[in-house]
């Protein structure tokens, strides 16, 4: 008897909450290395910080296999909801979130293209007829 088939859900909420906590660790991190009130002032935010979270969310989108473009997003959500919590917010908040959500979406665009472009590929494929393998078809 075959077990039964479990829903991966519960396993996309577990890789959105690390990748959140990879944007939260590194707010914490660059900011207190560099003595900057928030990461994205220091001069390591756009070395080390960006592609340490464009890293984790590939990661956690590999093994997610589900939600990509949601967890594309969550360890820049991770480190503006840990910057606000430790700075209280500021002056420059509303302009901050609508920075972060137009430099964030560049890094969502693969994960949220590569399927779509995948599935045009395979609709455009004549039903049963694998992909050529270097032969013309002619059995003669």
Do not use: H
């Not at 900011?31 to 994205?40: D, K, L």
């Not at 909801?81 to 969502?108: F, H, N």
């Not at 049963?128 to 078809?137: C, E, K, Q």
């Amino acid at each position: 008897m075959a077990p039964p088939v479990q829903s991966n859900r519960a396993g996309t909420w577990v890789w959105f909450v690390i990748a959140a906590a990879v944007g939260g660790a590194v707010e914490i991190a660059l900011s207190v290395t560099a003595r900057r009130r928030e990461a994205w002032d220091s001069e390591y935010y756009w070395i080390f910080g960006v592609p340490a979270m464009i890293l984790a969310a590939f990661i956690c989108g590999l093994f997610a296999r589900r939600g990509p473009v949601r967890i594309g997003y969550a360890p820049f959500l991770g480190q503006l909801i840990t910057m606000v919590v430790r700075t209280g917010g500021g002056s420059l908040l509303p302009l901050g979130i609508i920075l972060k959500a137009s430099s964030d979406s560049a890094e969502c665009w693969p994960r949220l293209w590569v399927p779509l472009l995948e599935s045009v590929y395979w609709a455009t494929r004549a039903p049963g007829i694998p992909p050529a393998s270097g032969s013309t078809g002619n059995s003669a």
